[in-house]
């Protein structure tokens, strides 16, 4: 294959991919991100007014992170999936008034305020096609996130989207969502996409489950965070019909975004990675409108917002997020600009003034400086440093999971089980 790689003629048809996307973006979007251009210039884009590098804050305070990594094939026995998770938790003090910014809390002290050890490990399993697969994957659910029951797991995000006051599931009978009122007992019925549960997005749904997871316990221990920050987005796929969330990480997310309303925790999460249509546009208007390196953020309004939603982005599915406020935003020239998500009804309460777009963008303002200020470490300059950190603790390499692998080989030989069950799928093939 090295062979055709290196030929003129996949040169060529890397050249023609290339083409045939800039020709579809001259066609069929170009069009869209024309009539949103002056809006976002003279509107959305906003450049950060930075701390110095010298601050002492006024009052000191904690940020915490989390973030997952894991396996989908740690083994599998017979149709019966193994997926290895692990979780990380980072709780860091400003402490500018010592001269030691974003000093750590020490993962012992962390362990024991949350009652989970950090960094966590967990094994999980399903039952692959098999018709009781929403059962088991239930039933890990449970496992991992930690609820009183079901009814209390499900009320906030109905409690979000119908903003009025629901004390029970039976306030929900004179709504759309009556019907379905016996959907939300039990783990197993909130899976209404159960057929689409392929090993990797059941994989990610466990990964996903494992941080939130971790968030509740955060929130709901002794730690008292300023900001909260989480890996991904605050995207939720809800079922087209019954318009509620067709996984129960749907709920979980809405259940964290209330948990930490009430703890007075600002909730975001970052991503590195996402699909925001003209990215790349947007960041080089930043770049000729204040400058090379300057700091920059660009809120991404929805259709409820004053002035609608953009064109660029009207026929995504989730963007915006339900329930959720996206901004672009750039701390360093060097990077791509990432993508950070708000708890939309914390958003109303907190950043948004209706009628008062100046007030609006100065609490805005306030907010990205300090992102921007946890977001000066060399070894990761532009992207906020208790993420970083909660990343490097939860990655599993290579180098960890072949290890982990030959303790399963152990492990399985002293079961009576044959060791290559320890083995990736096909490595018996040589392939």
Same mark, same amino acid.
């Given at each position: ?6 030929t ?20 069929? +979007? ?15 884009l ?24 894991g ?5 599998l ?16 003090? +400003? ?13 012992d002290?962390?362990?024991?305020v ?34 009183e ?20 599931l039976?306030d ?6 009556g ?17 689409l ?8 749904e ?26 991904g987005?605050?995207s ?68 409820d917002?004053p002035?609608?939603?953009?064109h ?10 339900r ?21 939309r ?71 009576d ?15």
């Amino acid at each position: 294959m090295l062979e055709k790689i290196l030929t003129l003629e996949f040169r060529k048809l890397v050249t023609s991919v290339i083409d045939d996307i800039k020709n579809y973006h001259n066609r069929v +979007t170009e069009k869209e991100f024309e009539k949103d251009k002056r809006r976002i210039l003279n509107e959305l884009l906003t450049e950060i007014d930075v701390y110095p590098p010298d601050i002492v804050l006024n009052e000191d305070y904690l940020v915490a992170a989390i973030d997952g990594s894991g396996s989908e094939n740690f083994f599998l026995l017979d149709d019966i999936r193994v997926h290895l998770i692990s979780t990380a938790t980072v709780v860091l003090n +400003t402490n500018t008034k010592f001269g030691d910014p974003f000093r750590p809390m020490s993962n012992d002290e962390v362990s024991r305020v949350m009652g989970k050890d950090q960094p966590n490990l967990d094994l999980l399993w399903h039952l692959g096609v098999r018709e009781d697969a929403a059962e088991k994957l239930a039933e890990m659910f449970e496992l991992l996130y930690p609820i009183e029951d079901i009814p209390s797991l499900v009320l906030p995000f109905f409690q979000d989207v119908i903003q009025k006051t629901i004390d029970k599931l039976e306030d929900l009978r004179d709504t759309e969502f009556g019907q379905y009122i016996d959907e939300f007992h039990k783990m197993v019925t909130l899976i209404s996409r159960g057929n689409l549960l392929t090993t990797s997005a059941a994989h990610d749904e466990l990964r996903k489950t494992a941080e939130y997871a971790a968030a509740k316990r955060l929130l709901i221990s002794d730690i008292k965070p300023r900001f909260l920050l989480l890996d991904g987005a605050m995207s939720v796929f809800i079922h087209f019909a019954r318009q509620y969330p067709s996984l129960p990480s749907g709920f979980m997310l809405r259940d964290i975004c209330k948990t930490a309303r009430e703890k007075g925790t600002i909730l975001c999460a970052v991503s590195k990675n996402h699909t925001i249509p003209f990215a790349h546009r947007i960041a080089k208007m930043a770049e000729e409108k204040f400058g090379k390196n300057k700091k920059w953020f660009c809120l991404l309004p929805s259709n409820d917002d004053p002035g609608g939603g953009l064109h660029i982005y009207s026929n995504r599915t989730y963007i915006p997020p339900r329930l959720a406020v996206p901004y672009l935003f750039s701390f360093s020239g060097d990077n791509r600009p990432s993508r950070i998500d708000f708890d939309r009804i914390w958003w109303l309460e907190n950043i948004f003034v209706e009628g008062d777009p100046e007030s609006t963008r100065e609490n805005e303002i306030a907010l990205f400086r300090e992102l921007e200020f946890m977001s000066r470490d060399a070894r990761w300059y532009g992207y906020p440093v208790p993420l970083a950190l909660a990343h490097t603790e939860c990655k599993i390499s290579y180098e960890d999971l072949s290890i982990a692998k030959d303790i399963l080989s152990d492990v399985l030989h002293e079961s009576d089980l044959d060791p290559r069950f320890a083995k990736s799928l096909r490595s018996d093939f040589n392939m």
